[in-house]
């Protein structure tokens, strides 16, 4: 069984559409993440939600907006998609907020914005 | 404010030989400090972690990683190199101290390439 899976794996789409990213996590983590990968493979954290709280939200646009409904799962949605936002999308969790934790990555949303 | 660095974006070995993928950090505090690795396509996997004790961690796949606090380095070794060790290798570093917001993330190095050539 995948612990961290997402979907779609790719996902090609035009300037200025909306499109989300679902992530699900089996481990019965309390904390999920979003990750952003850039071309230059350069990881960034996005958003971090435990139990279902949002404990930290990095200088991202406005155009993304995270929801969690449950603790096990962590969407993204994105407005008005910008070429900028192409790269690769992780989902990830870990069991709680404690620094020395480590996380479980999904396997990863390739977003091409054309 | 934490960071990573890792110097060298690109490493190539010959199978057999052992290999060593560097980092070194900076935190206000002490660190927690991870290494993961990614395969093409697929998510990070983690390898090690240092949290106290030992300077000498061991982790998964034969790595080991040697924290030195007076370099505020966490290399990465292995004694002997595999072909299926080529993949992009992270290090990451969380300061003890962070108690809220940025402070908790984890903040990733730009990735080495490993290339074990046979």
């Excluded at chain 1, 990095?58 to 969690?68: A, D, G, H, I, L």
């Excluded at chain 1, 907020?97 to 949303?109: M, R, W, Y």
């Excluded at chain 2, 060593?20 to 690795?37: A, D, E, I, M």
């Excluded at chain 2, 040697?66 to 190199?81: D, G, I, M, R, W």
């Amino acid at each position: 069984d995948t612990a961290v899976s997402q979907t779609p794996k790719y996902l090609v789409t035009q300037m200025g559409n909306d499109k989300s990213i679902k992530c699900e996590q089996n481990l019965g983590h309390d904390t999920m993440y979003w990750y952003k990968q850039d071309s230059k493979k350069f990881l960034k954290i996005m958003f971090s939600y435990n139990n279902k709280e949002l404990i930290i939200n990095e200088t991202v646009p406005n155009r993304f907006s995270p929801k969690s409904p449950d603790k096990a799962h962590l969407n993204l949605h994105i407005n008005s998609l910008e070429l900028g936002d192409s790269a690769v999308y992780f989902c990830a969790s870990s069991q709680g907020t404690i620094t020395n934790e480590k996380l479980f990555f999904g396997s990863g949303t390739q977003l091409s914005v054309l | 404010a934490q960071s990573v660095a890792q110097p060298e974006d690109q490493v190539n070995v010959a199978e057999g030989n052992p290999l060593t993928v560097k980092c070194t950090y900076s935190v206000s505090g002490n660190p927690y400090l991870f290494w993961y690795v990614q395969y093409p396509n697929r998510g990070l996997q983690f390898l090690l972690k240092y949290i106290t004790g030992d300077n000498l961690v061991k982790g998964s796949y034969g790595f080991e990683a040697e924290f030195n606090k007076s370099q505020t380095s966490f290399h990465l070794k292995k004694p002997s190199a595999l072909v299926s060790d080529s993949a992009l290798y992270f290090c990451a570093v969380r300061d003890r101290k962070g108690s809220s917001g940025s402070a908790r993330q984890l903040t990733f190095g730009s990735g080495t390439q490993l290339t074990v050539l046979p």
